[in-house]
């Protein structure tokens, strides 16, 4: 294997029109790995820093200039001699030079960045598909996309308080018509929504971004929707939810308020039960941050009360980091935890996530964020880890099409051997 000769960022702008990192890496016999960096809109609180330059008068202060140099003066002159493959060791090696537990002092934008090129770059120099790179010959599973089709919350300028409302094709078998079910329904949501008089704009994540009577409209348009397209909910479709709870709960009352809708305060418990009344009554088979970030005592309700029979994603709760999941598996909170990169700013960090959630019977979804790009790494790291479940946004904008398009392709590279999770999902019951 060679050596890394270079490594050079830049700065692009991501789905929108927000500054974002890039960043290639060159091996010495030519090879160049390349990787663009995601970022959020509702972000943890304990997320790895993502550095921005805050200067107001250039890009309203989301530059990342800083991030950039970071990478060009002082990681590209430490990785220079690396061997290409040497992943965990050239991770670390990051995690050593940035010294705080946070990735605060050269940003988990730039060493993300470095470190998904370097996985991009390894792959290309062995010969291999990164999906067949990462995972091995065992990854041959394809997920189950969780279609945002209704935006609200932080992600839309509108009066819902959940930030996504999915569908997830499970009775599909297989990944492309899982897309092609998908697609139809989104279409059909479409042509729903105009009969209503609703406008059709579609939000950050492809969704459209209605402005609804209530939250549990959201609900019944995607029903009518999956009707019209010919398909059974609760049989063909299930539906996720996605409420980011985070973002209208407050710690100072310890209660979640709907301001964007009804304006009702709810105590964690009626929370609860606000949810389970509606796993009773809706095909919801997945909810993720159904409970605010730092509500413990809340998750633990609703796990004990819902964990049996719905999927409880961690994502604010968990923000893909093994010290967070730790503490959720000893308190018996959720089931699941959702993955994505830049929340914990590399490879190998994430991938000890997941495996430490397998290890304890959790679910994994891999994830986009909102900021996203034309990068497809999270398309591969679905089936190298085998999470079976992805969520990427809707049957719109390209850069969300362009996830499902490389898991398309890797369906068809598997040929056989390809394997849809679908009717298998442990809670599609």
Known sequence: MSHIINVHARQILDSRGNPTIEVDVLTEDGTIGRAAVPSGASTGVHEAVEL???????????????????????????????????????????????????????????????????????????????????????????PIPMMNIINGGSHADNSIDFQEFMIMPVGA????????MGAEVFHNLKSVLKKRGYSTNVGDEGGFAPNLKSNEEAVQVILEAIEKAGYKP??????????????????????????????????????????HDWTK????????????????????????????KVQLVGDDLFVTNVKRLAMGIEKGVA?????????????????????????????????????????????????ALNTGLIKTGSASRTDRIAKY?????????????????????????
């Open 234 to 275: 609760g049989v063909d479709i299930f539906l996720s939810l996605d409420p980011a709870s985070s973002e209208y709960y407050l710690p100072e009352e310890n209660v979640y308020h709907l301001h964007k809708s009804t304006g009702d305060k709810l105590t964690p418990s009626q929370m609860v039960d606000y949810w």
């Open 52 to 142: 921005r330059d805050d200067d107001q008068s250039v890009y309203l202060g989301k530059g990342v200039l800083k991030a950039v140099q970071n990478v060009n003066n002082i990681i590209a002159d430490e990785l220079h001699g690396y061997y290409i493959t040497d992943q965990n060791e050239i991770d670390q090696k990051l995690i050593e030079l940035d010294g705080t537990p946070n990735k605060a002092n050269l940003g988990a934008n730039a060493i993300l960045g470095v470190s998904l090129a370097v996985a991009h770059a390894a792959a290309q120099e062995t010969g291999q598909p990164l999906f067949r790179y990462i995972g091995g010959t065992n990854a041959n599973t394809l």
């Open 335 to 383: 089931n699941s935890i959702l993955v994505k990169v830049n929340q914990i700013g590399s490879l190998t960090e994430t991938i000890d996530a997941v495996n430490m959630a397998y290890r304890n019977s959790y679910t994994a979804v891999m994830s986009h964020r909102s900021g996203e790009t034309e990068d497809t790494t999270i398309a591969d790291l679905a089936v």
């Open 405 to 429: 398009n490389q898991l398309l392709r890797i369906e068809e590279m598997l040929g056989n051997t390809a394997r849809y999770l679908g009717r298998d999902f442990k809670y599609a019951k």
């Open 173 to 180: 078998n297989t990944f492309t018509e899982a897309i092609r």
């Open 281 to 308: 009554r809706y095909p919801i088979i997945s909810i993720e941050d159904g409970m605010a970030e730092d509500d413990w005592a809340g998750w633990k309700l609703m796990t004990e009360k819902m964990g049996s």
